[in-house]
Antibody
Framework: QVQLKETGPGLVQPTQTLSITCTIS????????MQWVRQTPGKGLEWMGF???????EYNSEFKPRLSISRDTSKNQVFLKMNSLKTEDTGVYYC??????????WGQGVRVTVSS | DVVLTQSPATLSVTPGERISLSCRAS??????LHWYQQKPNESPRLLIK???QSISGISSRFSGSGSGTDFTLIINGVELEDLSIYYC?????????FGGGTKLELK
């Protein structure tokens, strides 16, 4: 069955870089877009960006200057890297599969706190 | 960016009630409007896609309607397990956006 699981640090210092890995099973990254969504106390659910089945990416302009999404299809993994973290970036980060324009499967999320 | 406004922000419900949740878009999203349910400490779950299409495994209590800028999620016979936050999301134009959510609570 389809499964997604995020792993990453729980605590990141301000100005540092956040790195999260999403490991998938039950489907192929070359057949589906994969995206990152975050949920923060200040702004709720926000779509951050996706990586297409062919490997190209699209980012929300809100995050574009500091966000990078990549993947390793041989390891069934998708990666999020976001630099210059601020306290407002505190929240839960989810990877999700894109089914057409829906988010049809989600990981359990990783809670990230940005604090010194 | 398309702004989705959900109302009410909170709805107090009685089990067995039929309720309607609203999602209004700042511009037309055609029927590229999807609904999600999020229970405490869980990830969102897709409930309805393309405004009115059902999802396999989701109770038939949930239905959706609308097109353009006005959408409705209906729960026919609310059950205690439905006490959650409900979000709409548009997939018509990037960046994909979410509404602020409607929280169902027990009256």
């Amino acid at each position: 069955q389809v499964q997604l699981k995020e792993t990453g640090p729980g605590l990141v210092q301000p100005t540092q870089t956040l790195s999260i890995t999403c490991t998938i099973s039950g489907f192929s990254l070359t057949s589906y877009y994969m995206q990152w969504v975050r949920q923060t106390p200040g702004k709720g659910l926000e779509w951050m960006g996706f990586i297409r089945s062919g490997g190209s990416t699209e980012y929300n302009s809100e995050f574009k200057p500091r966000l990078s999404i990549s993947r390793d299809t041989s390891k069934n993994q998708v990666f999020l890297k976001m630099n210059s973290l601020k306290t407002e970036d505190t929240g839960v980060y989810y990877c999700a599969r894109v089914g057409a324009t829906t988010f049809d499967y989600w990981g359990q999320g990783v809670r990230v706190t940005v604090s010194s | 960016d398309v702004v989705l406004t959900q109302s009410p922000a909170t709805l107090s419900v009685t089990p067995g009630e039929r309720i309607s949740l609203s999602c209004r878009a700042s511009e037309s999203v055609d029927t590229y409007l999807h609904w999600y349910q999020q229970k405490p400490n869980e990830s969102p779950r897709l409930l309805i896609k393309y405004a009115s299409q059902s999802i396999s495994g989701i109770s038939s209590r949930f239905s959706g309607s609308g097109s353009g800028t006005d959408f409705t999620l209906i729960i026919n016979g609310v059950e205690l397990e439905d006490l959650s936050i409900y979000y709409c999301q548009q997939g018509n134009s990037l960046p994909w956006t979410f509404g602020g959510g409607t929280k169902l609570e027990l009256k």
